[in-house]
């Protein structure tokens, strides 16, 4: 039986109190192996994460193909950002036009983050 400290005294848990730290342990233990989805990086950790992938020498044609109502701001946003943003809009098209869907994105910026 595990114990618990009450006003300084050791006593044995109830089997519903065991129960319920073990169930809090382990959903502690289940968050912490999830990856979070950092919510920007720096231009430079992105701009490797998509080399890793395959994809970086993707971004220029893509931009390059948009219209040219929306290229001049992509251009802008590709050559001068300092972060990428993961959900600003100019990302999550680029990534469609890229072949990633969100679970994709979502894995290249935890992937990105760590570079």
């Excluded at 114990?3 to 044995?12: L, M, P, R, T, Y």
């Excluded at 730290?21 to 968050?31: H, I």
């Excluded at 990534?95 to 935890?110: E, K, P, R, S, Y």
Aim: charged content about 25%; overall charge negative.
């Amino acid at each position: 039986m595990m114990k618990k400290s009450v006003n300084g005294v050791d006593v044995e848990m109830t089997p519903a109190e065991e129960a319920a730290f073990v169930a809090e342990q382990a959903a502690a233990a289940e968050d912490a192996a999830i990856p979070k989805v950092p919510m920007q990086v720096t231009m430079r950790q992105a701009r490797l994460a998509l080399k890793n992938a395959g994809k970086l020498a993707l971004v220029g044609p893509a931009i390059a193909a948009l219209p040219q109502s929306q290229r001049e701001a992509a251009e802008i946003e590709w050559e001068f950002s300092s972060v990428v943003e993961r959900n600003r809009p100019f990302v999550v098209s680029l990534g469609t036009i890229l072949g990633l869907d969100g679970a994709a994105m979502d894995a290249l910026f935890i992937s990105a983050e760590k570079l």
